[in-house]
């Protein structure tokens, strides 16, 4: 049986929106301070930026900063500026015990 590449590209990858920002956000908690080339490496999400600037849109709290790092030029002499992230909150669910309300958790038991 032949397997083509899409298809073992389909379980590398997670397929939707949300996975890809569980893999950032579990990544960012273990490694807070990271930089978007290690956060690229570990993660494999595709578009790492696109990722990161859409978290916040969706509930997640993400804390940018230019820091100093330890990323030599080609020379070896000097060092540059790098942008790092990290995860300062995940997204929560509000809930209401009234059963109109339009935060009533409908998954949750009585």
């Keep these: 049986m032949i397997f083509s590449a899409r298809f073992f590209l389909a379980l590398l990858y997670p397929r ?5 920002f569980d893999r950032v956000a579990d990544y960012l908690e273990k490694h807070p301070d990271s930089t978007l080339e290690s956060i690229d490496a ?12 859409d978290m916040p849109a969706h509930g997640y709290g993400i804390y940018s900063r230019w820091s100093w790092r330890d ?3 080609v020379d070896g002499q000097r060092h540059r500026k790098v942008k790092t992230y990290t995860l300062t909150h995940r997204p929560t669910v509000q809930t209401c015990k009234h059963s ?4 009533a958790n409908k998954n949750a038991k009585p």
């Design 16 to 20: 939707s929106r949300a996975e890809h």
């Design 42 to 53: 570990a993660c494999n999400v595709g578009s790492t930026y696109q990722v990161l600037a």
């Design 71 to 73: 990323v030599s030029h």
């Design 100 to 103: 109109r309300c339009r935060y």
